[in-house]
């Protein structure tokens, strides 16, 4: 469940960057009231540690995933 949680929160921040990069529109900003206010910083530090927990998906021996999924 919290790889899930952390990957949906990777895809907005990658959605969000891509948004900057092509529009020169951050998302999230706008959403939550600006750049530096509480909620967005919030929002952008939980993209930040998602990003950080799915670098573990680089490491995890992909047949002891599978067999998880496969139980589900």
Excluded: P
């Excluded at 969000?16 to 900003?29: L, P, Q, T």
């Excluded at 600006?34 to 967005?40: E, I, L, R, T």
């Amino acid at each position: 469940m919290l790889d899930r949680i952390a990957l949906i929160l990777v895809i907005i921040g990658a959605l969000d960057w891509g948004s900057i990069g092509i529009f020169k529109f951050d998302f999230v900003a706008w959403a939550f009231g600006g750049q530096y206010s509480a909620v967005s910083r919030i929002v952008y530090t939980l993209v930040a540690i998602a990003g950080l927990w799915c670098i573990s998906l680089l490491f995890r021996d992909r047949e002891v995933v599978e067999s998880k999924n496969e139980i589900h």
